[in-house]
């Protein structure tokens, strides 16, 4: 006999109710249902890289469990993690920073939440480029504020200042940068970020710049961190960072945040609450990373490298598609508004019909604010890339032969 579902009496608070669920973190379990059904896919979702943990971060954390190394740190982490960052940031953009600037999270989310509930009052908006990463206006509404959001398709997705000067009012507390931007891999040129940074401390909005592809930057873009600007510029700025896409480690859950002392304080009392700290074994594999051979991220770059060069082109010869050439990251970020308004309205639509007529997974544009655009991540093997986009050039002539054939 069928028994029926208990109604549940649970309503979730008014704060998470206004809340998304992650589209990025969707469409990655999209892809994995379909695999455990046994199904192959061919999975351009994932901001994963394919990558295996390097060896050598691998034996500092296997090090770390032998020795130990397994209990509660302090919640910013350990005095060898936070040297190792600060001695990074010294070592690769001449900046000074103290310890009591300095905190290790888990994962770069967790720096960007601490970053946004420790400053953001009910009221208070902050400015957000379109396209953005899933997560920014969701911690943002979480914390009460208002996102006010930065239209970029202009300017090609690529933040300029005078967008940022025309998009303060006097509620304005807070921008999130993210240069390379997920999902659109656009890199703001180091003059163009300082030009903006002059303008948010002239106006002086809080500033949290997501730093998490800081080093998957194809030349001649160049790498470059708000840590490297001078000193007046950074008052009111908060890095986040992460080990997941630099060293390959996004199952570890390592990042880290750099601010000034006040702001890090309050940090410090939020993540107190929440996860005490990050994972200390992570936080000894994390020291390995920033102090060991750098090999291995040299590896990965030319092999992102290759594979970007490699889908350009292959976007490029679907008609339809059209793609802005993304100078950081590992993700296209294509238009596909060509296609669409036939059969197909948008671009949730398309990514959809995709996965169920060729098991090829995107993710939408419209999570990230931008409808009419796909993110494919090339964070995936060669040969996964060549079968995908053969999947998706076909499922394209489909709707094309489609829409001629009808009356
Ligand atoms: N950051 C990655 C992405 O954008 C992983 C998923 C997530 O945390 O959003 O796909």
Redesign the pocket.
């Known amino acids: 006999m069928m028994t029926k579902p208990a109604s549940s009496s649970f309503h979730e608070s008014a704060n998470v109710s206004k809340m998304q669920a992650?589209?990025?973190?969707a469409?990655?379990q999209a892809a994995e249902a379909l695999r455990a059904a046994g199904v192959t896919v061919f999975d351009f979702?994932?901001?994963?890289p394919d990558f295996d943990t390097p060896d050598n971060i691998k034996r500092a954390a296997e090090e770390a469990m032998r020795s130990g190394k397994t209990k509660y740190t302090p919640t910013g982490g350990t005095r060898l993690v936070q040297q190792a960052i600060i001695d990074f940031y010294e070592r690769e953009f001449g900046a000074v920073y103290q310890r009591s600037e300095v905190m290790a999270t888990s994962?770069?989310?967790q720096a960007i939440f601490n970053a946004v509930v420790s400053l953001i009052n009910p009221g208070d908006e902050v400015l957000i480029a379109k396209p953005y990463?899933?997560?920014f206006p969701e911690v943002v509404v979480f914390a009460g504020g208002t996102p006010v959001y930065i239209e970029t398709e202009e300017t090609g997705f690529l933040l300029n200042a005078e967008q940022v000067e025309r998009a303060i009012t006097p509620r304005t507390k807070l921008i999130i940068l993210n240069s390379p931007s997920?999902?659109s891999g656009r890199v703001i040129p180091p003059q163009e970020f300082e030009r903006i940074m002059e303008v948010l401390v002239k106006r002086g909005v809080h500033v949290i710049s997501d730093e998490?592809y800081l080093r998957y930057v194809y030349p001649p873009a160049e790498v470059f961190s708000a840590a490297s600007l001078p000193a007046e510029l950074r008052s009111r700025l908060c890095i986040a960072g992460s080990f997941?896409?630099t060293y390959a480690m996004?199952g570890w859950r390592m990042g880290y945040a750099l601010a000034s002392p006040d702001w890090t304080k309050a940090m410090l009392k939020v993540q107190g609450h929440s996860t005490s700290n990050a994972n200390s074994i992570a936080q000894s594999a994390a020291v390995e990373a920033l102090n060991g051979s750098q090999d291995s991220v040299t590896a990965m770059l030319s092999e992102y490298t290759r594979r970007r060069g490699w889908l350009l082109a292959a976007l490029a010869e679907i008609p339809g598609i059209t793609c802005n050439e993304p100078e950081g990251a590992f993700?296209a970020f294509p238009s596909i508004k060509g296609l669409l308004g036939g059969e197909l309205k948008t671009s949730g639509e398309f990514a959809q019909r995709l996965i169920e007529e060729e098991q090829t997974v995107v993710?939408d544009g419209a999570g990230f604010g931008a409808e009419g655009y796909l993110?494919i991540?090339y964070a995936t093997s060669m040969k996964q890339l060549q079968e995908g986009l053969l999947r998706i050039k076909r499922f394209v002539e489909r709707l094309d032969q489609k829409a001629e054939a009808r009356p």
């Open positions: 992650s589209s990025t973190l469409a990655m979702g994932a901001g994963e994962g770069g989310k990463w899933v997560t997920n999902p998490c997941s896409k996004t993700y993710t993110r991540s």
